[in-house]
C-alpha cells in the first residue's frame, strides 16, 4: 500500500512539475548536452551514442567518442586527457557528426562513432581510432563546442556499452 502512495505521489510531483514549466510564456533553455542510454555495438564493431541536447545559432561542432579496455572493464586511465591518441585504450572511436542542428529546440538524437575519420596529410594522414567495441564498459564523451561563443557542453562518463 505505501509503495503504491509513493508511486502516485511521485507521479503528482512529475504532472505538476512539468505543467509549471508550460504555464505562461516559454523560457529559452541553456545551451545543454547529456548522454543518454548505452553505447550501441554495430555488427562492424562500432558503435552508436545517443544524445539529448539543445544549442542555438552558428559556429558549433559536435565530437562523440567512446573509449575502451580490451575486455571492456573499468580502467581509469581511459578518463584520462589524451587517453585515446596515447594507445591507454584498446579501442577508440570516434566522429565529428555535422547532421545536428541547433535551433534553439531539444533534440535526442544517435551518432554513430568509428575510426574513419581521415587525419589531414600535415598531421601524418591516415584515420583516428582502433579496435572494437565489446560489451562491457567504455568512457564515452559528447561535446558540443562553440568556440565563437565561447561555450563548451562536455557530457563525459562511463556508460554500459552492449
Not at 505543467?19 to 529559452?28: D, E, I, N, P, Y
Not at 542510454?37 to 559556429?59: L, Q
Not at 564515452?140 to 562553440?146: R, S, T
Amino acid at each position: 500500500m505505501k509503495l503504491r502512495y509513493a508511486i502516485t505521489a511521485a507521479l503528482v510531483a512529475a504532472v505538476s512539475i512539468a505543467g509549471a514549466g508550460s504555464a505562461g510564456a516559454a523560457t529559452k533553455a541553456e545551451p545543454t548536452a547529456q548522454l543518454v542510454g548505452k553505447v550501441k555495438i554495430n555488427k562492424d564493431g562500432t558503435g552508436t551514442v545517443k544524445a539529448h541536447y539543445i544549442c542555438s545559432g552558428e559556429g558549433w561542432h559536435l565530437w562523440a567518442s567512446a573509449k575502451q579496455t580490451a575486455n571492456g572493464s573499468f580502467n581509469p586511465a581511459l578518463a584520462g586527457e589524451g587517453s585515446g591518441f596515447a594507445g591507454v585504450a584498446d579501442t577508440w572511436l570516434q566522429s565529428h557528426p555535422t547532421d545536428f542542428r541547433c535551433d534553439g529546440k531539444w533534440h535526442t538524437q544517435t551518432f554513430e562513432i568509428n575510426k574513419e575519420e581521415a587525419v589531414p596529410p600535415e598531421f601524418g594522414g591516415g584515420t583516428i581510432g582502433r579496435g572494437a567495441l565489446v560489451p562491457g564498459q567504455a568512457w564515452v564523451q559528447f561535446c558540443l563546442i562553440n568556440e565563437e561563443q565561447g561555450l563548451s557542453l562536455i557530457d563525459q562518463q562511463w556508460r554500459k556499452v552492449g
